[in-house]
């Protein structure tokens, strides 16, 4: 069974713009969560998504969205980038049920400049 | 909220050897799920094992296993004859069991980074 594949593996963007990254699931999984890793703050939860519909949510700036489609693939789009956005992001995927397992893909790398 | 603490922000170990990892973690729930990923440097995360909070015996995966205390709410990881490809930075994780409309959401400690040398 293919892992969890994200798109672009590395990214880089200027201040002010925006970017969407995007995260294809483990075949048969319904949940995609996504994390932000940097440095100085670890691993944080931004969101996830079951079913096309967001079902927890992390503390960041509204600046952070995301979206899932039908076939379970998802986005997320950082608008107005700045600085401190620059991270790796990474997507993870699950059954959706309360199953717990998690399964992460190699991350985008976004770089802002 | 849940906070999850890796205390030991270093450590290494002579191939073939054992090395502990500590993590303690702070809920007021009753229900939740421990793990451990491994991050190499190629940055991928990996799933070493997990624990149900519900289980008293302690996981097992091959080499690694836990060392759950929930009364002492620690969950310590143990790596047994380590090899060169257990080099990576070890994340201990907290998931809460909630009820599916709330979905799930990991928490994560600060990370330990484990170098094995030969």
Known sequence: KAGVTQTPRYLIKTRGQQVTLSCSPISGHRSVSWYQQTPGQGLQFLFEYFSETQRNKGNFPGRFSGRQFSNSRSEMNVSTLELGDSALYLCASSRGDISYEQYFGPGTRLTVT | ?118
């Not at chain 2, 170990?13 to 809920?27: G, R």
């Not at chain 2, 909630?98 to 979905?103: F, S």
């Open chain 2, 1 to 118: 909220a849940q906070t999850v603490t890796q205390s030991q922000p270093e450590m290494s170990v002579q191939e073939a050897e054992t090395v502990t990892l500590s993590c303690t973690y702070d809920t007021s729930e009753n229900n939740y799920y421990l793990f451990w990923y491994k991050q190499p440097p190629s940055r991928q995360m990996i799933l070493v094992i997990r624990q149900e909070a519900y289980k008293q015996q302690n996981a097992t995966e091959n080499r690694f296993s836990v060392n759950f205390q929930k009364a002492a709410k620690s969950f310590s990881l143990k790596i047994s004859d380590s090899q060169l490809g257990d080099t990576a930075m070890y994340f201990c994780a907290f998931m809460l069991v909630m009820i599916k409309a709330a979905g799930n959401k990991l928490t994560f400690g600060g990370g330990t980074r484990v170098l094995v040398k030969p």
